[in-house]
């Protein structure tokens, strides 16, 4: 397992998301009103980033296409046979930590 510093929990406030390429991946980090979130952040229908995506109540929505993902479970809610993979986080102090 490893840890991997994405930025600081202080640079993310409610509605906004941090985004890194890890391992070929761009992984996003997502405050949905204070709940923090790690997930793929590439819209399988385009690629497009859902980092500029909006945020809420769970989900995060494609600015390109409105394709909708559940931030839990990754799960498409627009095309139910794709979803995205999610990941572990750990918050120490002010530094939020992908886990791997």
């Known amino acids: 397992m490893s840890k991997i510093r994405m930025g600081k929990i202080s640079d993310l406030p409610p509605g906004k998301v941090l985004e890194k390429r890890i391992r070929a991946r761009r992984v996003a980090i997502i405050n949905d009103n204070g709940k923090i979130y790690a997930i793929e952040a590439d819209c399988k ?5 859902l980092s500029t995506g909006h ?9 390109w296409h409105g394709w909708k993902y559940d931030l839990v479970t990754g799960n498409c809610l627009t095309n139910n046979v794709f979803s995205l993979k999610t990941y572990h986080i750990e918050i120490i102090e ?7």
């Open 45 to 49: 229908h385009m690629k497009a980033s």
């Open 55 to 63: 945020i809420a109540d769970g989900v995060v929505t494609c600015r």
């Open 94 to 100: 002010d530094e939020v930590f992908l886990i791997l």
